[in-house]
């Protein structure tokens, strides 16, 4: 399977000036969140209204959109050291597999599922770095996929360690676990905001899914990129060679 590199989707006809892209490695993908490509975030079919209204919140900076992910490595995407994501889906997710219904989102940290064993020995003293929150989370990485693939062949997970923190261990129950849905490999493109928002905790956001609709919408204006340009480039050519 060939790795999916920012396939324009039916926002492009109501944002055309969002795209523009002379291919995968385009330069829009290395302007700051509310300028490049990525700007056009939903995947799947959607009203033209809802398409309209992504497009319009995203072009002022702001974003109601967060994918789940264990806090240690919401932390590291935010220090340049975790580029990857794998998915596989949660239980609540709708058909039981994930769907990269977004490009573009906030990182919502969660505590539930983060284990040492799941980390290389070197990583593991961050799991006593932080307290999970009692009633707001904070949201400080916002990211946009620069790629998406089918990871079929572990070897290259394991190629790749300087861009993720994972233990061989965690990548291997990830691969068996559900054995007949895709484990899928998310390349991102991460920006940090200089202060965390402090989110209210909802009990909606609750449950093993991936994606959460905020209460409120949330600024990404500011937001730093995590890794200078020619670094990411370098680094997400690596990524889709191996993979």
């Known amino acids: 399977m060939s790795p999916v590199l920012l396939i324009p989707t039916e926002e492009e006809l109501v944002c055309p000036s969002l795209w523009g892209r002379q291919g995968p490695l385009s330069e829009n993908l290395?302007?700051?969140?509310?300028?490049?490509?990525?700007?056009?975030?939903?995947?799947?079919?959607?009203?033209?209204?809802?398409?309209?209204?992504?497009?319009?919140?995203?072009?002022?900076?702001?974003?109601?959109?967060?994918?789940?992910?264990?806090?240690?490595?919401?932390?590291?995407v935010g220090r340049g050291e975790q580029l990857l994501l794998l998915r596989k889906g949660g239980i609540a997710d709708p058909g039981?597999?994930?769907?990269?219904?977004?490009?573009?989102?906030?990182l919502y940290p969660t505590w539930e599922?983060?284990?040492?064993?799941?980390?290389?020995?070197?990583?593991?003293?961050?799991?006593?770095e932080a307290a999970p929150p009692e009633t707001t989370v904070p949201l400080q990485v916002y990211a946009g996929v620069a790629?998406?693939?089918e990871v079929k062949d572990l070897s290259g997970l394991a190629r790749l360690q300087k861009?993720?923190?994972?233990?061989?261990?965690?990548?291997?129950?990830?691969?068996?676990?559900?054995?007949?849905?895709?484990?899928q490999a998310l390349v991102l493109r991460a920006y940090k905001l200089r202060k965390p928002v402090l989110h209210p905790v909802r009990p909606e956001y609750a449950g093993c899914k991936s994606?959460?609709?905020?209460?409120?919408?949330?600024?990404?204006?500011?937001a730093d990129p995590v890794m200078d340009n020619k670094r990411f480039l370098a680094a997400l050519e690596e990524i889709v060679s191996r993979l």
């Open 147 to 149: 790629c998406q693939k």
């Open 30 to 76: 290395l302007l700051p969140p509310c300028h490049k490509i990525l700007k056009a975030t939903t995947f799947v079919s959607q009203d033209v209204g809802t398409v309209k209204r992504n497009c319009y919140n995203l072009c002022m900076n702001v974003s109601a959109i967060a994918l789940k992910e264990w806090a240690v490595l919401t932390d590291a």
């Open 211 to 222: 994606w959460v609709e905020l209460s409120e919408e949330v600024s990404f204006e500011g």
């Open 96 to 106: 039981g597999g994930f769907q990269l219904k977004h490009r573009e989102f906030f």
């Open 163 to 183: 861009y993720h923190l994972w233990s061989e261990e965690f990548v291997r129950q990830r691969k068996a676990y559900k054995p007949e849905l895709p484990l």
């Open 113 to 128: 599922h983060q284990k040492a064993e799941f980390l290389r020995p070197e990583f593991r003293p961050r799991l006593k």
